[in-house]
């Protein structure tokens, strides 16, 4: 009799182990095909991140429409399409053409960009204006002073160097004719003076 229930209890054993080991051989061969497509739902992310990066940097359309991800192929073809309608404002400092961007945050940083660019533009404009304003005032300095060898005209121009310059021009002429070295004082610059009574040296 113990015999007996010793080989039934074996064989419930058997039996309980064998059902452990086949539920254990199912989740196994369950969980594999989701290994395997998480696998490749990364694989694609990876790839699809690829895709976006060298779609934004190079402002390629096509990129984007390789991306598996409708929603991401979706947004990459407006942040391109916003981009290069602002490469465009700038490159011809025009604000309307921002006002085609769909995207807010892009609409509001083209515009900005461009009103920066237009103001600095502005700015050099006005410099460069002031500089040529400046130049033509300079010659007419210089050629009245010249014409009336008043070397004290030349005082009215603000930059230092041409100031002396224009000084020099208008005393060394005198001063060569005149053989006369202590007219190059009235230069008011050493380098320019000392230059003068060379000058004055060489022709005696």
Request: overall charge negative; aromatic content about 4%; hydrophobic content about 35%.
């Amino acid at each position: 009799m113990k015999n007996k229930f010793f080989a039934i209890g074996i064989l419930m054993m058997t039996v309980f182990l064998a059902g452990c080991l086949g539920i254990t051989e199912m989740a196994e061969e369950e969980a594999q095909p989701e290994d395997e497509q998480t696998q490749e739902v990364n694989a694609d992310t990876v790839l699809d991140n690829r895709l976006y990066n060298e779609a934004i940097g190079g402002l390629n359309l096509d990129k984007c429409d390789q991306i598996s991800d409708t929603v991401r192929a979706g947004e990459c073809k407006k942040v391109v399409e916003s981009l290069s309608l602002k490469k465009k404002a700038v490159e011809n400092l025009d604000k309307l053409i921002c006002e085609n961007i769909e995207l807010d945050r892009y609409k509001e940083d083209c515009e900005s960009t461009v009103d920066g660019l237009i103001d600095k533009a502005e700015v050099e404009k006005e410099a460069l204006k002031k500089a040529e304003e400046m130049r033509e005032r300079m010659l007419e300095i210089e050629e009245e002073a010249y014409k009336g060898g008043d070397a004290s005209l030349c005082d009215d121009i603000e930059d230092e160097n041409k100031k002396y310059s224009c000084k020099f021009n208008v005393v060394i002429d005198k001063a060569v004719e005149e053989k006369d070295s202590s007219l190059c004082e009235e230069i008011g610059h050493e380098t320019y003076i000392q230059e003068c009574k060379s000058m004055i040296a060489t022709e005696e």
